[in-house]
T-cell receptor, first 114, second 116 residues
Framework: KNQVEQSPQSLIILEGKNCTLQ??????????LRWYKQDTGRGPVSLTI?????NTKSNGRYTATLDADTKQSSLHITASQLSDSASYIC?????????????FGSGTRLSIRP | EAGVAQSPRYKIIEKRQSVAFWCNPI?????LYWYQQILGQGPKLLIQ????????DSQLPKDRFSAERLKGVDSTLKIQPAKLEDSAVYLC??????????????FGPGTRLTVL
């Protein structure tokens, strides 16, 4: 069964600290993996995207890694800011019969405390 | 570039009533998605359109949910009759029809539905 599992479910850290969010997937065949940020009351916004051949991608203070062999990804946030408080969703796309299948994780709820 | 527009932003109804949501995708985006996001969970795909044709509606509860995308642009999602468990945020997303695997979905702000 194609699944995307994220951990932790929720996380609270102090402003200025770093954190790492995890994503494990079983989607196959694999096409790409995205990390989205979803602010409360808003739709998800894409942060990074990685294909099979990429193992790291940065977007400002956000750095995503991908290990396609172990089917694991992480999102590292450096020097967290209050505006980083949001849900972070891992999304994996697979290809089935020439059509894409997009599988969403349940997200990690991140809270930054001053 | 204008984003994906959705309306209304909030809706409160009683169970067994009907409700409709509207989505206007980004201009030129041939692919349109409707998702249901229950609190604390990731979005769940309800239906995917390519222009005005349905690509995937395998998770759409067809006994009560319906969607259409006439003319391949705007789309409406309807629930009739609503149940308590339909309380969720309904997200609309669009993307281009290109085959590039890096094409991104752009999401609207969502409609928060509360069924009492």
């Amino acid at each position: 069964k194609n699944q995307v599992e994220q951990s932790p479910q929720s996380l609270i850290i102090l402003e200025g600290k770093n954190c790492t969010l995890q994503c494990n997937y079983t989607v196959s065949p694999f096409s790409n993996l995205r990390w989205y940020k979803q602010d409360t009351g808003r739709g998800p916004v894409s942060l990074t995207i990685m294909t099979f051949s990429e193992n790291t991608k940065s977007n400002g203070r956000y750095t995503a890694t991908l290990d396609a062999d172990t089917k694991q990804s992480s999102l590292h946030i450096t020097a967290s800011q209050l505006s980083d408080s949001a849900s972070y969703i891992c999304v994996v796309t697979g290809w089935y019969s020439s059509a894409s299948k997009i599988i969403f994780g349940s997200g990690t709820r991140l809270s930054i405390r001053p | 570039e204008a984003g994906v527009a959705q309306s209304p932003r909030y809706k409160i109804i009683e169970k067994r009533q009907s409700v409709a949501f509207w989505c206007n995708p980004i201009s030129g985006h041939a692919t349109l998605y409707w998702y249901q996001q229950i609190l604390g969970q990731g979005p769940k795909l309800l239906i995917q359109f390519q222009n005005n044709g349905v690509v995937d509606d395998s998770q759409l509860p067809k006994d009560r949910f319906s969607a259409e995308r006439l003319k391949g642009v705007d789309s409406t999602l309807k629930i009739q009759p609503a149940k308590l468990e339909d309380s969720a945020v309904y997200l609309c997303a669009s993307r281009t029809a290109g085959l590039s695997i890096t094409d991104t979905q752009y999401f609207g702000p969502g409609t928060r539905l509360t069924v009492l």
